[in-house]
Protein backbone atom coordinates (compact mmCIF):
# COMPACT_ATOMS: atom_id res chain seq x y z
CA UNK A 1 0.00 0.00 0.00
CA UNK A 2 1.09 3.88 -0.68
CA UNK A 3 3.41 5.13 2.14
CA UNK A 4 1.77 7.04 4.95
CA UNK A 5 4.30 8.81 6.77
CA UNK A 6 3.75 11.73 10.08
CA UNK A 7 7.26 13.28 9.79
CA UNK A 8 6.86 16.08 13.00
CA UNK A 9 6.14 15.46 16.48
CA UNK A 10 4.26 18.22 18.98
CA UNK A 11 4.39 17.68 22.97
CA UNK A 12 1.83 19.77 24.76
CA UNK A 13 1.20 20.12 28.02
CA UNK A 14 0.48 16.35 28.96
CA UNK A 15 4.08 15.59 27.59
CA UNK A 16 2.79 12.72 24.80
CA UNK A 17 4.32 12.71 21.59
CA UNK A 18 1.84 13.57 18.85
CA UNK A 19 2.91 12.98 15.54
CA UNK A 20 1.22 14.97 12.99
CA UNK A 21 2.36 15.78 8.74
CA UNK A 22 0.73 18.56 6.91
CA UNK A 23 0.13 18.00 3.09
CA UNK A 24 0.05 20.86 0.52
CA UNK A 25 2.12 23.13 2.42
CA UNK A 26 3.61 24.70 -0.38
CA UNK A 27 0.43 26.54 -0.83
CA UNK A 28 0.79 28.93 1.79
CA UNK A 29 -2.47 30.83 0.70
CA UNK A 30 -4.39 28.01 0.53
CA UNK A 31 -7.04 26.91 3.49
CA UNK A 32 -6.42 24.91 5.93
CA UNK A 33 -8.11 21.65 6.48
CA UNK A 34 -7.79 19.16 10.08
CA UNK A 35 -8.78 15.72 10.11
CA UNK A 36 -9.35 13.60 12.73
CA UNK A 37 -9.35 10.21 12.92
CA UNK A 38 -11.92 7.61 15.43
CA UNK A 39 -10.95 4.98 16.96
CA UNK A 40 -9.71 2.43 17.19
CA UNK A 41 -8.10 3.54 13.80
CA UNK A 42 -5.75 6.68 12.80
CA UNK A 43 -4.46 8.88 10.56
CA UNK A 44 -4.09 6.45 8.19
CA UNK A 45 -7.72 6.19 7.27
CA UNK A 46 -7.89 9.48 5.99
CA UNK A 47 -4.61 8.97 3.73
CA UNK A 48 -6.93 9.17 0.27
CA UNK A 49 -9.50 12.01 1.09
CA UNK A 50 -6.39 14.21 2.44
CA UNK A 51 -4.27 13.62 -0.25
CA UNK A 52 -7.30 14.60 -2.74
CA UNK A 53 -8.34 18.14 -0.36
CA UNK A 54 -4.61 18.70 -1.04
CA UNK A 55 -4.71 19.85 -4.59
CA UNK A 56 -6.47 22.80 -2.94
CA UNK A 57 -6.04 23.35 0.71
CA UNK A 58 -3.02 23.01 3.41
CA UNK A 59 -4.29 19.43 4.93
CA UNK A 60 -3.63 18.70 8.55
CA UNK A 61 -3.34 15.45 10.09
CA UNK A 62 -2.39 13.79 13.12
CA UNK A 63 -2.56 10.10 15.06
CA UNK A 64 -4.01 11.24 18.65
CA UNK A 65 -1.68 10.03 21.47
CA UNK A 66 -2.37 6.59 22.19
CA UNK A 67 -3.49 5.76 18.86
CA UNK A 68 -1.14 5.43 15.14
CA UNK A 69 2.78 6.46 15.36
CA UNK A 70 2.02 8.45 18.55
CA UNK A 71 3.53 7.42 21.99
CA UNK A 72 1.77 4.73 23.82
CA UNK A 73 1.95 4.89 27.48
CA UNK A 74 0.40 2.77 31.09
CA UNK A 75 -1.38 5.71 32.71
CA UNK A 76 -2.21 7.65 29.45
CA UNK A 77 -5.27 9.92 29.32
CA UNK A 78 -6.26 9.04 25.97
CA UNK A 79 -10.29 10.17 26.84
CA UNK A 80 -12.29 12.57 24.29
CA UNK A 81 -11.92 15.07 26.92
CA UNK A 82 -7.84 14.86 27.00
CA UNK A 83 -7.94 14.79 23.16
CA UNK A 84 -9.71 17.72 22.49
CA UNK A 85 -7.48 19.51 24.86
CA UNK A 86 -4.66 18.34 22.56
CA UNK A 87 -6.27 19.24 19.72
CA UNK A 88 -6.98 22.65 20.98
CA UNK A 89 -3.37 22.95 21.56
CA UNK A 90 -2.30 21.88 18.57
CA UNK A 91 -3.91 24.37 16.74
CA UNK A 92 -2.35 26.79 18.56
CA UNK A 93 1.08 25.08 17.34
CA UNK A 94 -0.15 25.15 14.03
CA UNK A 95 -1.18 28.89 12.97
CA UNK A 96 -4.85 28.00 13.18
CA UNK A 97 -6.16 29.51 16.82
CA UNK A 98 -6.85 32.95 15.65
CA UNK A 99 -10.25 33.98 13.55
CA UNK A 100 -8.43 35.05 10.23
CA UNK A 101 -6.69 31.73 10.26
CA UNK A 102 -9.72 29.18 11.62
CA UNK A 103 -9.18 25.96 9.68
CA UNK A 104 -12.29 23.77 8.22
CA UNK A 105 -12.38 20.72 10.61
CA UNK A 106 -13.69 16.81 9.17
CA UNK A 107 -13.99 14.52 12.32
CA UNK A 108 -14.99 10.80 11.80
CA UNK A 109 -15.99 8.20 14.53
CA UNK A 110 -14.91 9.77 18.17
CA UNK A 111 -13.46 12.34 16.43
CA UNK A 112 -16.24 13.99 16.04
CA UNK A 113 -16.57 14.26 20.22
CA UNK A 114 -12.69 15.52 20.00
CA UNK A 115 -14.01 18.25 17.78
CA UNK A 116 -17.08 19.19 19.05
CA UNK A 117 -15.64 19.66 22.98
CA UNK A 118 -12.63 21.72 21.52
CA UNK A 119 -14.86 23.77 19.81
CA UNK A 120 -17.43 24.50 22.63
CA UNK A 121 -16.25 23.79 25.84
CA UNK A 122 -12.50 25.02 24.61
CA UNK A 123 -13.05 27.61 22.09
CA UNK A 124 -11.32 26.49 19.26
CA UNK A 125 -12.42 28.57 15.95
CA UNK A 126 -13.40 26.73 12.97
CA UNK A 127 -14.31 28.17 9.45
CA UNK A 128 -16.66 24.65 8.71
CA UNK A 129 -17.44 21.64 10.39
CA UNK A 130 -18.03 18.25 8.76
CA UNK A 131 -18.50 15.25 10.94
CA UNK A 132 -18.46 11.83 9.36
CA UNK A 133 -20.37 9.09 11.20
CA UNK A 134 -19.55 10.75 14.83
CA UNK A 135 -19.73 9.47 18.24
CA UNK A 136 -21.93 12.58 19.56
CA UNK A 137 -25.25 10.78 20.55
CA UNK A 138 -26.12 8.62 23.49
CA UNK A 139 -26.75 5.69 23.81
CA UNK A 140 -22.97 4.78 22.71
CA UNK A 141 -20.87 1.68 22.95
CA UNK A 142 -21.86 -2.09 22.23
CA UNK A 143 -22.21 -4.89 24.68
CA UNK A 144 -18.83 -6.66 23.21
CA UNK A 145 -17.43 -2.62 23.45
CA UNK A 146 -18.31 -2.45 27.14
CA UNK A 147 -16.86 -5.69 28.23
CA UNK A 148 -13.55 -4.86 26.89
CA UNK A 149 -13.14 -1.49 28.39
CA UNK A 150 -14.50 -3.31 31.62
CA UNK A 151 -11.25 -5.51 31.85
CA UNK A 152 -8.57 -3.59 30.49
CA UNK A 153 -6.00 -5.54 32.34
CA UNK A 154 -7.61 -8.48 31.96
CA UNK A 155 -7.77 -8.30 27.88
CA UNK A 156 -4.19 -6.76 27.68
CA UNK A 157 -2.76 -10.02 28.68
CA UNK A 158 -3.93 -12.26 25.96
CA UNK A 159 -2.22 -14.30 23.60
CA UNK A 160 -0.48 -12.10 21.06
CA UNK A 161 -2.42 -14.36 18.50
CA UNK A 162 -5.75 -14.39 20.09
CA UNK A 163 -5.14 -10.39 20.48
CA UNK A 164 -4.79 -10.04 17.19
CA UNK A 165 -7.41 -12.26 15.84
CA UNK A 166 -9.70 -10.10 18.08
CA UNK A 167 -8.13 -7.04 16.84
CA UNK A 168 -8.69 -7.66 13.42
CA UNK A 169 -12.57 -8.79 13.78
CA UNK A 170 -13.10 -5.69 15.64
CA UNK A 171 -11.78 -3.34 12.84
CA UNK A 172 -13.54 -5.60 10.04
CA UNK A 173 -16.70 -5.36 11.21
CA UNK A 174 -16.54 -1.34 10.44
CA UNK A 175 -16.69 -1.68 6.53
CA UNK A 176 -19.54 -3.18 4.43
CA UNK A 177 -18.06 -4.49 1.47
CA UNK A 178 -14.61 -5.48 3.25
CA UNK A 179 -11.38 -3.80 4.00
CA UNK A 180 -8.53 -4.66 1.46
CA UNK A 181 -6.21 -7.02 3.45
CA UNK A 182 -3.30 -4.80 3.51
CA UNK A 183 -5.46 -2.03 4.71
CA UNK A 184 -6.68 -4.10 7.16
CA UNK A 185 -3.08 -5.12 8.28
CA UNK A 186 -1.99 -1.81 8.66
CA UNK A 187 -5.12 -0.51 10.69
CA UNK A 188 -4.51 -3.54 13.04
CA UNK A 189 -0.53 -3.73 13.36
CA UNK A 190 -0.14 -0.48 15.75
CA UNK A 191 -2.54 -2.09 18.05
CA UNK A 192 0.00 -5.55 18.14
CA UNK A 193 2.80 -4.52 19.47
CA UNK A 194 4.17 -4.68 23.26
CA UNK A 195 2.64 -1.27 24.12
CA UNK A 196 0.19 -1.76 21.15
CA UNK A 197 -1.73 -4.46 22.73
CA UNK A 198 -2.90 -2.76 26.55
CA UNK A 199 -2.87 0.78 24.48
CA UNK A 200 -5.86 -0.80 22.60
CA UNK A 201 -7.94 -1.91 25.32
CA UNK A 202 -7.07 1.67 27.43
CA UNK A 203 -8.66 3.93 24.71
CA UNK A 204 -11.87 1.60 25.36
CA UNK A 205 -11.89 1.86 28.82
CA UNK A 206 -11.52 5.78 28.80
CA UNK A 207 -14.02 6.54 25.99
CA UNK A 208 -16.85 6.88 28.37
CA UNK A 209 -20.31 8.06 27.26
CA UNK A 210 -20.22 11.33 29.98
CA UNK A 211 -17.94 12.94 27.05
CA UNK A 212 -21.11 13.28 24.66
CA UNK A 213 -23.63 13.88 27.73
CA UNK A 214 -21.67 16.82 28.84
CA UNK A 215 -21.93 18.46 25.43
CA UNK A 216 -25.12 17.50 23.64
CA UNK A 217 -27.25 20.28 25.27
CA UNK A 218 -24.96 22.39 23.21
CA UNK A 219 -24.90 21.53 19.82
CA UNK A 220 -28.20 24.35 19.16
CA UNK A 221 -25.22 26.90 19.55
CA UNK A 222 -22.97 25.88 16.73
CA UNK A 223 -23.25 28.75 14.26
CA UNK A 224 -21.21 27.66 11.53
CA UNK A 225 -21.44 25.29 8.23
CA UNK A 226 -22.07 21.82 9.16
CA UNK A 227 -22.05 19.11 7.26
CA UNK A 228 -23.19 15.41 8.53
CA UNK A 229 -21.68 12.39 6.59
CA UNK A 230 -23.61 9.25 7.09
CA UNK A 231 -22.99 5.64 5.62
CA UNK A 232 -26.77 3.98 5.11
CA UNK A 233 -24.52 0.54 6.21
CA UNK A 234 -23.12 2.08 9.32
CA UNK A 235 -23.34 -1.12 11.88
CA UNK A 236 -21.47 0.85 14.71
CA UNK A 237 -23.70 4.20 15.02
CA UNK A 238 -26.79 3.55 12.79
CA UNK A 239 -27.78 6.16 9.87
CA UNK A 240 -30.89 7.04 12.29
CA UNK A 241 -28.43 8.91 14.34
CA UNK A 242 -27.40 11.08 11.64
CA UNK A 243 -30.90 12.25 11.04
CA UNK A 244 -31.24 13.14 15.03
CA UNK A 245 -28.07 15.28 14.94
CA UNK A 246 -28.52 17.30 11.80
CA UNK A 247 -32.22 18.05 13.69
CA UNK A 248 -29.95 19.49 16.67
CA UNK A 249 -27.55 21.84 14.63
CA UNK A 250 -29.04 24.52 13.16
CA UNK A 251 -28.59 24.86 9.32
CA UNK A 252 -26.55 21.46 9.01
CA UNK A 253 -26.73 18.97 5.93
CA UNK A 254 -27.05 15.28 6.24
CA UNK A 255 -25.72 13.28 3.18
CA UNK A 256 -25.90 9.91 3.36
CA UNK A 257 -23.66 7.64 1.37
CA UNK A 258 -24.75 4.48 0.35
CA UNK A 259 -23.13 1.03 0.88
CA UNK A 260 -21.33 2.29 2.88
CA UNK A 261 -20.09 1.47 6.70
CA UNK A 262 -18.64 3.15 9.52
CA UNK A 263 -15.30 3.48 8.27
CA UNK A 264 -16.90 5.65 4.94
CA UNK A 265 -13.31 6.91 3.82
CA UNK A 266 -12.88 3.04 3.29
CA UNK A 267 -15.66 2.05 1.68
CA UNK A 268 -16.43 5.29 -0.68
CA UNK A 269 -13.32 7.56 -0.92
CA UNK A 270 -14.41 9.03 -4.19
CA UNK A 271 -18.04 10.00 -3.21
CA UNK A 272 -16.84 10.85 0.71
CA UNK A 273 -13.47 13.25 -1.15
CA UNK A 274 -16.27 14.72 -3.74
CA UNK A 275 -19.06 15.73 -1.09
CA UNK A 276 -16.22 17.35 1.38
CA UNK A 277 -14.32 19.07 -1.21
CA UNK A 278 -17.64 21.33 -2.22
CA UNK A 279 -18.18 21.74 1.25
CA UNK A 280 -14.94 22.58 1.93
CA UNK A 281 -15.23 25.07 -1.52
CA UNK A 282 -18.45 26.75 -0.19
CA UNK A 283 -21.10 25.04 -1.39
CA UNK A 284 -24.40 24.31 0.93
Known sequence: MT?????????????????????????????????????????????????????RHRVFVWDMPGYGASEKRAGQDVSPGAQAHVFTELLTHWGLATDAARPA???????????LRAHLLHGARY?????????????????????LGAHPE?????????????????????????????????????????????????????????????????????ALPTLICWGTQDTWIPPTRGHELASRIPGSRLHLIENAGHLVQEDSPAELGAVL????AGGV
Do not use: K, M
Request: hydrophobic share 45%; proline share 6%.
Open 3 to 55: QWLLDRTFRGASGDEVRWAVLGEGQTDAPAVVLLHGTPFSSYVWRGVARALAA
Open 105 to 115: VVAHDFGGCVA
Open 127 to 147: ARLALVDPVALAPWGSPTYRL
Open 154 to 222: VFGQLPRDLHRALVREYVSSASHPGLHPAVLDRLVEPWCTDEGQPAFYRQIARNDQRFTDEIEARYGEL
Open 277 to 280: GEFL
